[in-house]
């Protein structure tokens, strides 16, 4: 739980040298940090207390890899915030990553500066509370709202900035193509948008990320940031077949 000492990170991770350098960083941080070097003491860590963000290692000893891990720790609570570390680059693991319920995930080697980024970025949107806390505001106590904003599941987002102001008044910026998505989402509300016509729609030319799951990937990450319950989303909704679809509060 988070507390006056800061918020709890749990860092899984078996190379004992990496998890004790993550640790005494993130103490150093003001952070209260527990560790764990398999699946089995990972989920008995879990059972004790909730932390407010896992460092979850994909490759683990034991049989039960971070994935599983994952889908797991996603199925005993959606704000837990859930960060990912891997030794492979390749889209295949992040795609599976993302997919298994993690909310970020960063290869390996990676800057503590940058690490230490993520994890404030997970708890700004998961609202600084895993096992417990205080709950997010709720619709109605939220003040009435600019023009210029527009409700997009639990999240508000602000089209002149560019950015999403989420439950607990934080806010979250998009990138160029995450902002143009959702943009364009809200624009054509309840009406299925194909894929491709997505990706067209949102790509530059340059943009590296202008493949097949790039749509895929992006919405996603949406999910993440604006979903009360990503696995169940209700604002952006997948249409078989076809592509994907926004609905308003209130259908």
Not at 26 to 49: F, N, Y
Not at 101 to 107: L, N
Not at 122 to 133: D, E, F, K, N
Not at 141 to 159: E, N, T
């Amino acid at each position: 739980m988070s507390g006056a000492a800061g918020p709890t990170i749990l860092v899984v991770e078996d190379d004992p040298f990496q998890r004790q350098a993550v640790e005494q960083y993130l103490a150093m941080q003001g952070l209260q940090v527990a560790t764990a070097g398999d699946g089995a003491s990972c989920r008995a860590a879990v059972e004790a207390a909730m932390p407010d963000v896992v460092l979850l290692d994909v490759g683990l000893p034991g049989g039960e890899d971070g994935f599983a891990l994952a889908r797991w720790l996603r199925g005993r609570s959606q704000q837990v915030g859930i960060i990912m570390l891997t030794a492979a680059g390749d889209l295949v693991d992040r795609v599976v990553g993302l997919e298994s319920g993690a909310d970020d995930y960063i290869p390996k080697p990676f800057e503590p500066r940058e690490l230490l980024a993520r994890i404030k970025a997970v708890l700004r949107r998961s609202g600084g509370v895993a096992g417990g806390g205080t709950a997010p505001a709720t619709e109605s106590q939220r003040p009435a709202l600019p023009a210029d904003c527009i409700p997009v599941g639990a999240a508000l987002l602000h089209v002149t900035r560019r950015v999403l102001i989420l439950p607990d008044g934080s806010e979250d910026p998009l990138t160029p193509s995450e902002f143009a998505l959702l943009r364009l989402l809200t624009q054509h509300p309840n009406r299925p948008l194909q894929r491709d016509w997505l990706l067209e729609a949102t790509s530059e030319r340059e943009e590296p990320e202008a493949f097949d799951r790039a749509i895929d990937l992006r919405i996603m990450r949406l999910r993440r940031k604006v979903e009360r319950n990503p696995a169940r989303p209700e604002a952006i909704r997948t249409v078989r077949g076809v592509g994907y679809m926004f609905v308003p509060p209130g259908g």
